[in-house]
């Protein structure tokens, strides 16, 4: 096998793993020397955030459950407020990736230490990605403050995350992984972590399908996500991603569901550009073709296949491929206009990639 040279760059965090780990929270925020510590959550997770802040007993002065997708600024504002009126020495957040983007979006401002504990495979807590709303347009951008200090990973927390929102989650995290295989700046040691995070994630999600409390099931689907957490940190984002934020952004989909419909075709995009990148996503999925094998997947999981039935209007793809390849990521296939509008109706009407088109 040829290697050639690369770049690695581990990233400086800690994680905690395992049932149970929530029970080291405290030792873990006094690991950080946070002594008046600010616990954010989305308003559904609000009684797990009263319950985290009882547990930090003294160590918690506030506890902030505004979180909402896509980070908007009004609402990092709002928090910003209590950092500076209660004196916040430090985050600590439990949720999704929703969560996690506002305790991001503090540490970015104040460079304030988080601990995250997340609750969806969205793997925003092993990036040092913060993507935010602002002014009606998303913007991304990576900064070392935003990296989290700590991740604890319970599994026993996401036991409750219905079947539909696993299945479209570990969908999302299986994207970051598809991404870092053809990523200008991936490298080996990035690739082994993403055909093993697809692969326990395929084997997982269609386990919590047929059963959401199969633990060993939510357990390699937890460690799928941070494994696909790990290469989205570390390597840069490509077509799919482009895509995803720009029917997030400009059609507000919703987000894993987004990543969901649109993985398998934008593989399909790219897989005459990528044939090593192709064979480890078939390996890890045990199929010959990688972009057939995300989209039965997908199928098999439950998630949407379509993005007529996630709220995309049909009349809006040709400015979604405008969008797409007016202001575009590098991709290792060149962008054409007329092929990216084959993509997005592909999507649309939810069709599976056929390898005889390629
Ligand atoms: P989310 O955080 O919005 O959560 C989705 C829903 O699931 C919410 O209603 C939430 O209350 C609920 N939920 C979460 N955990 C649960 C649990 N264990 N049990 C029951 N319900 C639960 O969605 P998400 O998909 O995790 O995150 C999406 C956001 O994360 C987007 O804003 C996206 O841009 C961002 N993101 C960022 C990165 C990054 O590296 N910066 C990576 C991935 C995603």
């Known amino acids: ?12 965090q800690r994680v905690l793993f395992g049932s149970g780990t929530l029970s080291c929270l405290g030792e873990e925020v006094q690991r950080l020397g946070i002594r008046s510590a600010l616990v954010v959550s989305g308003r559904e997770q609000k009684s797990r955030a009263g319950e985290i ?3 930090l007993g003294s160590a918690c002065r ?8 896509h980070t908007p600024v009004e609402i990092t504002d709002e928090a ?12 600590v957040a439990v949720g999704g990736g929703s969560t996690t983007g506002l305790g991001k979006a503090i540490a970015f401002r104040t460079d304030l230490p988080q601990v995250v504990v997340p609750t969806t495979y969205a793997g925003s807590e092993m990036t040092n990605i913060l993507g935010e709303i602002v002014a009606g347009s998303k913007k991304t951008r990576r900064d070392p403050k935003i990296l989290p200090e700590t991740v604890v990973y319970d599994v026993d927390l996401t036991l409750t995350l219905p079947a539909g929102l696993s299945a479209t989650s570990g969908m999302n995290a299986i ?4 991404e870092g295989l053809y990523a200008r700046d991936g490298n080996p040691i990035l ?5 093993e995070g697809i692969r326990v994630l395929a084997s997982a999600l269609p386990r919590i399908a047929g059963n959401p409390t199969d633990k060993d099931a ?7 996500a941070c494994l696909c957490g790990t290469v989205l940190g570390g390597t840069s984002m490509a077509l799919h991603h482009k ?3 720009v029917l997030g952004g400009s059609f507000d989909l919703p987000h894993a569901e987004t990543h969901a419909v649109v993985l398998p075709h934008a593989t399909a995009y790219n897989a005459s550009a990528t044939p090593g990148a192709m064979t480890h996503v078939a390996q890890a999925l045990a199929v010959s073709d990688a972009a057939g094998g995300l989209f039965d997947l997908a199928q098999s999981t439950g998630a949407p296949t379509a993005l007529r039935d996630i709220g995309m209007p049909g009349d809006g793809l040709e400015r979604a491929a405008d969008l797409a390849i007016a202001d575009p990521y590098w991709n290792p296939r060149p962008l054409d206009r007329t092929e990216i509008r084959a993509l997005l109706d592909d999507a649309w009407h939810g069709r599976r990639p056929d390898p005889r088109k390629r």
């Open 80 to 91: 910003m407020e209590i950092v500076a009126r209660e004196s916040i020495d430090g985050i």
């Open 62 to 69: 506030a506890v902030f459950t505004g979180a909402k997708m």
């Open 53 to 55: 802040a009882r547990h």
């Open 191 to 195: 690739s082994i972590l993403a055909e």
């Open 175 to 178: 994207a970051h992984a598809v």
């Open 218 to 224: 939510r357990e390699d689907a937890l460690y799928g």
């Open 243 to 245: 895509l995803c934020h």
């Open 1 to 12: 096998m040829a290697i050639g040279s690369f770049v690695y760059q581990g990233s400086p």
